[in-house]
């Protein structure tokens, strides 16, 4: 069990006056909060259901967390310890773009800070009644974001999904899912994994997008008529290149999470053959962990991985929290300590969380 200690000599008085009390002739009652320091934290973090897809910017001794949760845009949750997370409102909506884009499903925002701007790439319903990504930028992290040049791949008759942007030696990628909403490969429906370059600006792709990840290992769920590969989150450690990825569908209590490896961004990626690297441990109460990115903690020492998980394990859905587990690289593989329910250790550089406890 993990050690609590608990102040002396603070004690904070709070009058608490329900809403049917209020304005009778009845005495208020109090509730005493006792704050206690903490060393610990448990998942799911934040406290934070219906959403799916976090994201987490780390940024000016801040985390922002963005995720999908809600039909006009994206909120946004901020945390100085990735722990303990407070929602700060809408960083996105399709109200305060300027030409009103987006006609329902925001999906899987990410933002990046590159040229001075923070830029958020995500998917909507376009005008033509496909999934589409598209990117908008800021000068906040909490935004207002707006949208910035044109939806990609606008034309056609695909829909797009999972945006995410890569940013390595002076070079810009966007990594996104062909959906299997309209992706059909001899009569299966089959959602598959992209790159293509961008320009400096992030505005425009640069030459032939290329298929790079397709539903190809047997906890893919590759024997159906739907197959997923999405949610693609690519980082590099020393010199290689590793693109996490979710399998199978994300209601379904096998959702999981793989990795590929290359030498560079464009390919080829080679499919770990140990995947997937998360999943299910119904004991626990954990089903579908997925659509994951990694982030680092306070301190740099430490990566963690960001990751969702069913909100009710015996209910999955689209109702969905927020995780953090350690990430560690074994002989050139990244592997989860997780997942986990249990007390944790805080992220290296969070000396302590306060939390309180009630007292009448």
Not at 2 to 16: A, D, N, Q, R, S
Not at 155 to 181: A, M, P, T
Not at 225 to 233: A, I, Q, R, T
Request: proline share 7%; net charge negative.
């Amino acid at each position: 069990m993990p050690k609590i200690i608990f102040l002396t000599g603070f004690v904070l008085m709070v009058e608490l006056c329900s809403f049917y009390s209020c304005g009778q002739n009845v005495s208020n009652q109090k509730l005493t909060l006792i704050p206690d320091t903490c060393y610990t934290y448990t998942n799911p973090v934040g406290g934070i259901t219906n959403i799916g897809d976090p994201y987490v910017l780390q940024y000016g001794g801040k985390y922002y967390m963005y995720a999908t949760s809600s039909q006009i845009g994206f909120k946004v949750w901020e945390s100085s310890n990735l722990v303990d997370w407070e929602e700060k409102g809408f960083a996105l909506t399709k109200f305060n773009n300027g030409d009103q884009w987006g006609q329902g499903n925001f999906w899987a925002p990410e933002v990046k800070y590159h040229n001075g701007k923070f830029y958020m790439v995500y998917s909507a319903i376009g005008d033509n009644g496909k999934m589409k990504v598209r990117i908008a930028k800021s000068d906040s992290p909490l935004g207002p974001f707006i949208d910035w040049g044109q939806p990609f791949f606008n034309e056609d008759s695909y829909s797009y999904i999972d945006g995410d942007v890569f940013l390595d030696k002076n070079k810009s990628y966007l990594f996104f899912v062909r959906d299997c909403s309209t992706n059909i490969i001899n009569g299966n429906h089959v959602s598959q994994i992209c790159v293509v370059e961008l320009n400096n600006d992030l505005s425009k792709t640069v030459g032939t997008p290329e298929t790079i990840l397709s539903p190809d290992q047997k906890w893919e769920n590759i024997n159906q008529n739907w197959m997923w590969n999405e949610g693609p989150f690519v980082m590099k450690y020393k010199q290689e290149y590793y693109l996490l990825y979710s399998g199978n569908c994300y209601t379904d209590p096998n959702y999981s999470i793989g990795v590929a490896t290359a030498h560079s961004p464009m390919g080829p990626w080679t499919k770990y053959s140990g995947n997937p690297i998360l999943k299910k441990n119904l004991p626990l109460g954990v089903s579908g962990p997925g659509h994951c990115m990694v982030t680092m903690s306070p301190d740099s020492s430490e990566y963690f991985i960001v990751y969702h998980t069913h909100t009710d394990f015996n209910h999955p859905s689209g109702n969905r929290n927020m995780c953090i587990d350690r990430l560690v690289f074994q002989n050139g593989i990244p592997h989860v300590v997780g997942p986990t329910r249990s007390p944790q250790p805080l992220p290296s550089g969070v000396k302590y969380r306060i939390i309180y406890s009630e007292k009448e």
